[in-house]
């Protein structure tokens, strides 16, 4: 079997060239397109991406806001069939594009549903059901969990050798953190040294975002589950909804992460977690 074929224009970035139509491909069938989310007053750059299955239908994760150009871009690439919304932190839109899209079935993981009453979801992504959902020949989910507050979708898309991760895993280079623009101001500077000091020196290198370093449940077999499920997942390629892409050395990256994650969550005493679940509850 031949390897995924790079798209030429790929940006190791993850940022792509400008285009009005906010879209480009990564790999065959495998699409990437960049926006904006509000964290501590500034915007920063997020992702959504786009796998084209075999009869041509759209799988759309981590929906980014849908605007004329983007909906053109992606109605070129063929019909939306399945939206997944990763987890609460990826969720923002998604009555927007349910309301665009309304044959599109929709799937997230388990605590998200509950936001969102007024829309009507085709299922949660858990359990041991995953062989039944319609995509499941291309594209395997496992639901991370280990968290108080958020639990999150990870996909593999076999045909590319493609790992698609919401925010279990940051990338904030030093590159992409001066081209992304969060260091051009001194608020943003600040805020990225209060990241760097207060969660494992996070700028500078991938590893497990803020979010899921403070709200650890403190069970590490949690997280071991999601390391037996990835190790068989044949990838070269992690992409993440923040930070540069990820093409060298790619798994050992994610099982890094969660390695990481193991040990942060056998430390934690119980105090903490139950701190930080309230906080969870609060947001």
Known sequence: MSSPRPSPAADPLGRGAASPKHMREFRTDLFVADGLVRFCGFR??????????ADRKLLIYAPIELDADRRAAVDELGAVAYIVAPSKLHDGHIAQWKDSYPEASLYTAPGVHERHRGIQWAGTIGG???S???????VLPVVAKGNTFVQEVLLYHKASKTCIVADIVENMTEEWVVESGTSS???????LSFIDFCFHELVGRSGPSPDWQLH???DAAEIRATVAEVTSWDFDALLLCHGELIEQDAKVALLRT???LMTMSEKRSPCWVACCARLGKWR
């Open 128 to 130: 041991s059901s995953h």
């Open 258 to 260: 969660l390695a990481e």
């Open 132 to 138: 039944q959902l319609p995509f499941a020949q291309e």
């Open 185 to 191: 101001t001194c608020f943003g500077r600040w805020v």
């Open 216 to 218: 650890l449940t403190g």
């Open 44 to 53: 920063l750059p997020t992702r959504m991406f786009v796998i084209r299955l």
